[in-house]
């Protein structure tokens, strides 16, 4: 678990939270509005990063599917991503990925209350509302209209700073509202989500109190206001339309066990990793699911640097829920992270083999091998979780050092030029992806590969020109 490289700190300390990974300095808005416009540079990109943890995207995919299904997605499709804010916000940006601000997470107080935001954002895709405003972005050509673009994509995703030097010098009124959603908007979408969550038994009270928990921003003046309210203008109108569907419901829906479970498991592990050691030591004897209070306590040992405690606490976990695969996880971290390397090693590998489909549990099993010196069985688990998930930055880098230690340079510049292009350093990528054509065998799948770097280089640049 880890901050963005760009921090001079990791939550308490760089080498002791690299389990919950960062795609380092990820442009969130950017990387998806690239997908729609092709262009993406580096001075356009603000950076928004991911919180990358498997249990945490495990557990937030065990709360929204059942609302996905009920949107009429794919729950293996769409996915829930943790941005690194503390801030209050919640956004869509395309089609397949909802981002959570981590701050929102840990200020909900239920399960319903998170899965509700999840399925106002859920028929905001449903209701083609991305889509549209997806659609006037294309409609942009010239350079100055896509930094605006841009500028505004980065402040949805919590870098308003940033934003405001995109923005500056640009013809920005015409896209300043891109993800701003209008009240009519907000209403179908509270309307959808409140079919959704009844028609999957959960009960829609969760809907009418997240809107209750941000009634008071109103009166605040927009500089005081929380992001989410920003883009998701609330009246009283809402909350009260809200309640109808509470009222509307002859009895309460009870509480899903699961749902509590996970979301209790979500909050444990990031509040673990994000607060002091002593606030989770202090609030974890509260926790009703022993193997949660367990988790918890053994982070906050953990980043106390008692690893006699944190392993003590973590082997209850497992033996609690001894196919857990994200538990086994967790423990590679803590003993990785105190070089216990072969302990563990073995670790992963448990987990690995309980969750062989899992990308963060196989990036962590091959970075674990490259910290053990052996790059080329770290090939294997790295390069399948690179094909399960594109988004992992560091599962890139680690690829390009293994390839790097193995002798073979030419797959390591391929690597960190699609890294690169990843991240929007389109520069970048060109050089190291014109490195990679000149090693490559000419005509080999890698070579290729470079070349498509290449010309999508030649592409944004040629865009960024007009």
């Given at each position: 678990?880890?901050?963005?490289h760009?921090?001079a700190m990791w939550?308490?300390?760089l080498s002791?939270?690299?389990s919950m990974l960062?795609?380092?300095r990820?442009r969130?808005a950017?990387?998806?509005?690239a ?8 001075a ?9 943890d ?5 557990g937030?995919?065990e709360?929204?599917?059942p609302?996905l299904?009920a949107a009429?997605?794919?729950?293996k499709?769409?996915?829930v991503l943790?941005?690194?804010d503390?801030s209050?916000?919640a956004f869509?940006?395309?089609g397949q990925t ?5 701050g ?5 107080q239920?399960?319903a209350?998170?899965q ?9 895709i449903s209701?083609?509302h991305?889509?549209r ?5 294309r409609?942009?050509r010239t350079?100055?209209g ?7 994509a980065a402040?949805?995703?919590g ?8 923005a500056a010098?640009?013809?920005?009124s015409a896209?300043r509202g891109?993800?701003?959603h209008?009240?009519?908007e ?5 309307r ?8 999957t038994?959960?009960d829609?009270?969760g809907?009418v109190d997240l ?7 109103e009166?605040?003046?927009v500089?005081r206001?929380d992001?989410y309210?920003?883009?998701h203008p ?15 419901q002859p009895v309460a ?6 749902d509590t ?6 909050q ?6 994000t ?9 974890a004897p509260e926790e009703p699911?022993?193997d949660?209070r367990?988790m ?8 106390n640097?008692?690893l006699?405690a ?5 082997d209850?976990a497992?033996?609690a829920?001894?196919?857990?695969a ?9 003993l ?5 390397l072969?302990?563990a090693l073995?670790?992963?590998r448990?987990?690995?083999?309980l ?6 549990i196989?990036g962590s099993?091959g ?10 069985a770290?090939l ?5 979780a690179?094909?399960?998930d594109?988004?992992?930055?560091r599962?890139?880098?680690?690829l ?5 230690r193995?002798g073979?340079?030419?797959m390591?510049a391929?690597?960190t ?5 990843l991240?929007?350093r389109?520069?970048?990528?060109a050089?190291q992806a014109?490195?990679a ?9 890698p070579?290729?590969r470079?070349?498509d770097v290449?010309?999508?280089?030649e592409?944004?640049n040629k865009?960024k020109?007009?």
């Amino acid at each position: 678990m880890c901050f963005s490289h760009g921090a001079a700190m990791w939550f308490d300390r760089l080498s002791r939270l690299t389990s919950m990974l960062v795609v380092d300095r990820f442009r969130v808005a950017v990387a998806a509005l690239a997908i729609a416009t092709h262009v993406v540079t580096a001075a356009e990109a603000a950076a928004a990063s991911l919180l990358r943890d498997p249990d945490i995207e495990h557990g937030l995919s065990e709360l929204a599917a059942p609302v996905l299904r009920a949107a009429g997605l794919n729950p293996k499709r769409v996915r829930v991503l943790v941005v690194d804010d503390s801030s209050l916000n919640a956004f869509v940006v395309d089609g397949q990925t909802v981002f959570l601000h981590h701050g929102l997470i840990l200020k909900v107080q239920s399960a319903a209350m998170l899965q509700a935001v999840i399925a106002h954002e859920a028929a905001h895709i449903s209701n083609g509302h991305i889509a549209r405003r997806m659609g006037n972005l294309r409609s942009a050509r010239t350079a100055a209209g896509l930094g605006a673009a841009l500028a505004v994509a980065a402040a949805a995703a919590g870098a308003g700073s940033a934003a405001g030097g995109i923005a500056a010098g640009t013809a920005s009124s015409a896209l300043r509202g891109f993800f701003v959603h209008t009240r009519a908007e907000e209403s179908a979408a509270d309307r959808s989500a409140a079919h959704y969550m009844t028609s999957t038994g959960l009960d829609p009270q969760g809907l009418v109190d997240l809107h209750r928990a941000f009634a008071g921003q109103e009166a605040l003046s927009v500089g005081r206001q929380d992001p989410y309210m920003q883009s998701h203008p609330l009246t009283q109108d809402r909350i009260r339309v809200a309640e109808s569907y509470v009222a509307a419901q002859p009895v309460a829906p009870p509480s899903k066990p699961e749902d509590t479970y996970w979301f209790a498991r979500v909050q444990g592990k990031l509040s673990a990793f994000t607060r002091a050691p002593k606030w989770t030591l202090r609030r974890a004897p509260e926790e009703p699911h022993a193997d949660v209070r367990l988790m918890r306590e053994a982070i906050a040992h953990h980043r106390n640097n008692d690893l006699k405690a944190a392993l003590k606490a973590m082997d209850a976990a497992i033996a609690a829920r001894p196919d857990d695969a994200y538990y086994h996880e967790l423990k590679g971290q803590i003993l990785l992270e105190n070089r216990q390397l072969q302990p563990a090693l073995d670790a992963y590998r448990t987990a690995v083999a309980l969750a062989p489909r899992e990308s963060l549990i196989q990036g962590s099993y091959g970075r674990a091998l490259l910290a053990a010196d052996q790059p080329k069985a770290a090939l294997g688990p790295l390069e399948e979780a690179r094909s399960r998930d594109f988004r992992d930055a560091r599962v890139m880098r680690d690829l390009a050092l293994a390839y790097a230690r193995l002798g073979e340079t030419g797959m390591a510049a391929l690597t960190t030029a699609e890294r690169h292009a990843l991240e929007g350093r389109m520069e970048d990528a060109a050089r190291q992806a014109q490195r990679a054509t000149t090693l490559l065998p000419r005509g080999s799948a890698p070579w290729q590969r470079a070349q498509d770097v290449v010309i999508a280089s030649e592409h944004a640049n040629k865009r960024k020109k007009r």
